[in-house]
């Protein structure tokens, strides 16, 4: 076997590099779903928050027993690694027949919705023919949410979701690299829902992104926006909650007043118990104190309706 000797230096350089990636659990969105009922009681939006869960519990299901998801070849990850691309890039597979099964799968547990406007939601979800369905799920991740039904969204994100998150558990080893583009998933190309500022181990201190889509976590150094890596003059907002300081504060939004956008943080020091899909809709009211100071929101929730003005 053949290798390089490392200097003294250079070992101790090597042995501050931070962890690149924090994976999830095979036990994401049952985990989620337990977040959201917790963060439900006494919420004003506790019954949207509850339906969510419900709709996170069946993904678990689907990502525990999974219909046939063919996902990416193993030549094209190959390639993929080779270029430093993302190895699930979710621009064109999105567009192919692959993640199709997880909304059937998704429909078969979520029979018999109380709510009148969810069942709608669902029987016309179950209506819609395959080209549809891809016409619904390119135009959620592109960001163009007035090309579907809003209470479409969330199922057919949902959909998305245990599909990408099932190929990025069945990723071979290596087979996720750094790129260029630090402020995208380095494993489907999407951009983060918010950030996870940890606080153990060897994550102690680190910022990761949270994927939107598959729910990868990746390393991005703090006080950088994440949008356009801009580091001057950033600030932060967080609503008093249950007499904690700003300081204390466990939910707080990085703003840059350079591309006028913003990304929450879960500060795990503070509540180890955060999850980023999940608190990020329990916090709609910061996004809305936000919106009122000039701030653009970019990251997209792939669980939330879109309503209107």
Known sequence: MSGQILEPGQIEAAANIPPFLHLPGRDLFIRRAERLRSLAQGHPLAGYLLLIANLCEAQQQ???????????APAAIARSREHRMPPIPFESLVRADGWLAAVDALLER???????????????????????RKAWGVSLLSGQFDLLPPAIAPFIGAALQVAFSHWLLALPEGALVE???????????SPPVAGMIRHRGKHNG???????????????????????QESKHLAYFSLERLGRTAEQAPLRAETCPGCQSYLKHCYLEFDADAEAQ????????????????????????????????
């Open 206 to 228: 680190l910022r990761y992104l949270s994927c939107s889509l598959c729910s990868c976590e990746w390393h991005y150094v703090r006080l950088k926006c994440s949008h356009c």
């Open 278 to 309: 999940a608190d990020d809709l329990a916090s709609l009211d910061l996004d809305m104190r936000l919106a009122d100071e000039g701030y653009l929101r970019r990251a997209p929730n792939l669980l939330l309706a879109p309503g209107g003005e």
């Open 179 to 189: 790129n260029d583009t630090r402020t995208l998933c380095p494993a489907c190309g």
């Open 62 to 72: 689907v990502l525990d027993n999974p219909p046939p998801l063919p996902g990416p």
């Open 110 to 132: 979520l029979q018999g919705a109380a709510n009148p406007a969810v069942g709608e939601a669902l029987a016309q979800l179950r209506g819609a023919d395959p080209d549809q």
